[in-house]
């Protein structure tokens, strides 16, 4: 499987961005869980929000309530919807897929999100 993130830009404190992976190559995309990280400049990469093959949902405390992540396994896509954001979710957000049955995972690249007034 091949993932393409996108979505990421520039945006106000209290705004909104909708990042979107899409998958491309898997033989069946439910077979899939998936995973938007995010990277800060000098800091480790953390997991922001899953979703697994059946459709169940993890986040991070520090964006619960604020982010959404979902998927359309039709359209072989996970999306991760951010309201209300901070400065400190500024990172490079990455989207991840885990095979459930292989466990192997691939990386797609990284998509720049920036919050600033």
């Known amino acids: 499987v091949q993932l393409q993130a996108c979505g990421g830009g520039l945006v106000q404190p209290g705004g909104s961005l909708r990042l979107s992976c899409a998958a491309s190559?898997?033989?069946?995309?439910?077979?899939?869980?998936i995973g938007w990280h995010r990277q800060a400049p000098g800091k480790q990469r953390e997991l922001v929000a899953a979703?697994?093959?059946?459709?169940?949902?993890n986040y991070a405390d520090s964006v619960k309530g604020r982010f959404t992540i979902s998927r359309d396994n039709a359209k072989v896509t996970v999306n991760l919807q951010m309201n209300s954001l901070k400065p400190e979710d500024t990172a490079v957000y990455y989207c991840n897929a885990l095979n459930v049955h292989t466990l192997q995972g691939v990386w797609g690249q990284g998509t720049q999100v920036t919050v600033s007034s």
């Open positions: 979703i697994t093959n059946d459709g169940r949902t």
């Open positions: 190559g898997a033989a069946s995309f439910d077979y899939y869980a």
